[in-house]
């Protein structure tokens, strides 16, 4: 108890509470603003937090991550357009009920589910993460190694249809890991006899180019839409009387998120994708699903808005991220030499403790903040988009110049925003290759410590968790060959 | 497994692709060290040839994949060379990008930025004066939020030498 309330005391630092402001608001902001979306957000900002506190960088790029889609639905339900892409089954039954006169019912809506997911997964963290903590000292470096491969293969297989191009591009980002001076013979591995090549390809730098850059681009060549908004009438409460109505819809959802958070590599879509057909298949008249059905906009609202909170719990557990922001929040973890895992849980449990308040108040205030201030958000929503490019560039021209103040790295930055350009236009996914460069790394450290006690293959999976870690992977790609199967069958 | 609708550029995407690929397991040799008297798995040559190698076992059966699609739908040319130029076109925008980064450490980054901000804004096709004002406060904003609050490393500008001291000590370390 005391330690929980010395915990606590960190919430009397005004830095604390700016970066929780600015976090959580800045979130919402950017969220709303269709073609930015918290990855640019969270790989531009990254740097500037290497230099402050630990737990006020998390702080505001977790706000950024957790309130990004609660502004996101709001484009996605007025106008048709999601705010950022996890956003985009809300417009099914969100732009329906707007058409229908009841945008404020749809907005509103959105916030509760949002804060319904956003408060069950920071429940889900606190618990399953002391208990996953529990288990942790046991992991080895090949429980580590098999649970670094598990993320890498659901991440290739929950891209359905680019199973193949996805699995490439995580060989691709496992592959830019390896180059430069390798650590144990410190020999060079693919440097081209360029020294600016010695020491590898920057994480930031790549994030950066793949996701903020790649971004601006697309923005500048495209064209400026303007939208007209429709007008916001009726109670701030009316979505709260829906959400109380449809509560199972929202438990379930949120219970979705939670597991599929959970879970390396798999993330909001699938978390969505479930949760409304579940929530289809249990209503009363499924027909009206796509057409406004308020179930749809709280099972996609609340599975979405569940998972930030409950993908740190690997993060923290076992040090293994399982999308693209919490591997970009994993640098800022290194950089202040807190290194996630079990110790975190010994020797940093104030941390862990403040980031669990700092979550819940993220929410909280974000809840608010959206109640009293949606119309302001509206005007926002509609700069114009080749601005947000022009800004975007600039930006991540802060993101990339502070790290060593080079040109170098800004020109790979530039050429990684061409290939993300590519992979965009090409309809192609990008998380893959930030995926396989982290848990690349991850996997070739572990792969090495565990060379003194391999000695056949069998060696790798006759503990218990790597076992059971081994045999979730076969289940999981025998469940995705059997459904290719099953799809030519049809 | 694939994407099931072939895309223009697709197939230019894969052609590029396999000669990658190929070009890296052809400089294997050359770009890692073999130690003799070592484990395979052991050798600084295993993992990024396991990667390579990763990289080749979904480039090929992708690369069926496109080829498959696009017979399909051939007498698509026209529609290749129009994707292949569109992929040229933030080419122009590395340019200016390159520029500006060329240009904080001589004219600082405020200067530098505001520069940036406003010609970029005219160049997006923007020509009021309120988008004008607009992108150099953005620019200034930006500024003030990074280099004078936040105080991230970024070289400051040689022209501040010619500044009197006091002033050019205040912009080092605020612009």
Redesign the interface.
């Known amino acids: 108890m005391d330690l929980i309330l010395s915990s606590l005391e960190i919430f009397l630092r005004w830095d604390v509470w700016a970066a929780i402001l600015v976090g959580s608001i800045g979130g919402v902001i950017i969220g709303a603003i269709p073609g930015v979306g918290p990855a640019v957000a969270i790989a531009i900002l990254l740097?500037?937090t290497y230099?402050m506190d630990p737990l006020i960088g998390i702080t505001m790029l977790l706000g950024i991550y957790g309130s990004a889609m609660y502004g996101g639905a709001i484009p996605a339900i007025l106008i048709n357009i999601p705010g950022t892409p996890v956003n985009a089954l809300t417009t099914y039954d969100g732009y329906s009920m707007t058409k229908d006169n009841k945008a404020r019912r749809a907005v509103t809506l959105a916030y509760w589910s949002s804060f319904t997911g956003g408060i069950v997964s920071i429940i889900a963290l606190v618990f399953m993460t002391s208990l996953i903590a529990k288990v942790a000292p046991l992991f080895g470096s090949r429980d580590i190694l098999m649970a670094a491969l598990l993320g890498l293969v659901l991440v290739v297989i929950s891209h359905r249809?680019?199973?193949?191009?996805a699995?490439?591009l995580?060989?691709?980002g496992?592959?830019i890991g390896?180059?430069g001076m390798?650590s144990?013979?410190y020999?060079?591995?693919?440097?081209?006899d360029q020294s600016w090549l010695l020491s590898g390809f920057d994480l930031i730098t790549v994030l950066l180019g793949l996701f903020a850059?790649s971004q601006?681009?697309i923005l500048?060549?495209g064209n400026d839409e303007r939208a007209i908004m429709p007008s916001l009438k009726g109670k701030k409460n009316e979505g709260l009387f829906d959400l109380i109505k449809y509560k199972t819809v929202a438990l379930i959802s949120a219970s979705m998120g939670v597991i599929m958070g959970i879970i390396p590599g798999v993330g909001e879509f699938l978390a969505q994708f479930f949760s409304y057909n579940i929530a289809k298949s249990i209503s009363d008249k499924p027909e009206r699903f796509g057409k406004g059905a308020p179930e749809g906009i709280i099972a996609a609202e609340t599975a979405n808005n569940a998972v930030p909170a409950a993908a740190m719990i690997p993060l923290l557990a076992l040090g293994i991220p399982g999308e693209a922001l919490t591997a970009m929040m994993l640098s800022v973890f290194y950089v202040h030499n807190i290194i996630p895992g079990p110790d975190l849980f010994v020797k940093h449990i104030d941390f862990v403790y403040g980031l669990y308040a700092s979550l819940f108040l993220i929410n909280v205030i974000v809840m608010i903040f959206l109640l009293f201030a949606t119309k302001y958000l509206l005007k926002i929503i509609q700069i114009?988009q080749?601005?947000l490019?022009?800004?975007i560039?600039?930006?991540?021209?802060?993101g990339v110049?502070?790290l060593r103040?080079s040109?170098i790295d800004?020109?790979v930055c530039?050429v990684f925003?061409?290939f993300g350009?590519?992979l965009k236009?090409?309809?192609?996914p990008i998380v893959p290759i930030i995926l396989g460069m982290v848990l690349?790394n991850i996997m070739?450290v572990k792969?090495?410590a565990s060379?003194a006690r391999?000695d056949t293959f069998f060696d790798y999976i006759n503990r218990p968790i790597s076992g059971t870690i081994f045999a979730i992977i076969v289940v999981a790609l025998m469940i995705h060959f059997w459904s290719?199967w099953r799809q030519k069958r049809k | 497994m694939g994407k099931e609708e072939y895309q223009a550029g697709d197939l230019v995407f894969v052609m590029l692709v396999l000669f990658i690929v190929l070009a890296l397991l052809v400089s294997i040799p050359f770009e890692t060290k073999w130690f003799d008297g070592i484990p395979l798995v052991k050798q600084p040559r295993f993992w990024p040839t396991f990667c390579i190698v990763g990289m080749t076992f979904f480039a090929v059966p992708y690369s069926i994949q496109v080829w498959r699609n696009y017979k399909f739908q051939l007498g698509q040319v026209q529609g290749e060379l129009n994707e292949l130029s569109s992929w040229l076109r933030p080419l122009e925008y590395v340019f200016y990008f390159v520029l500006y980064v060329w240009s904080v450490p001589l004219t600082g980054y405020l200067l530098s930025t505001l520069l940036f901000f406003s010609l970029l804004t005219i160049r997006a096709g923007y020509r009021s004066f309120l988008m004008f004002w607009v992108s150099l406060a953005t620019g200034f904003g930006i500024v003030v939020v990074f280099k004078s609050l936040l105080q991230v490393k970024i070289s400051s500008g040689a022209i501040y030498d010619y500044l009197p001291d006091s002033w050019g000590t205040f912009f080092m370390i605020y612009f």
């Open positions: 740097p500037a230099s249809k680019q199973t193949l191009i699995g490439l995580v060989f691709f496992m592959f390896t180059i390798e144990v013979k020999t060079k591995r693919f440097t081209f850059v601006a681009f500048l060549i114009p080749r601005f490019g022009v800004s560039l600039g930006l991540s021209f802060v110049y502070t103040n040109m800004c020109i530039a925003g061409i350009y590519i236009r090409l309809d192609l690349g070739e792969f090495r060379q391999i290719i």
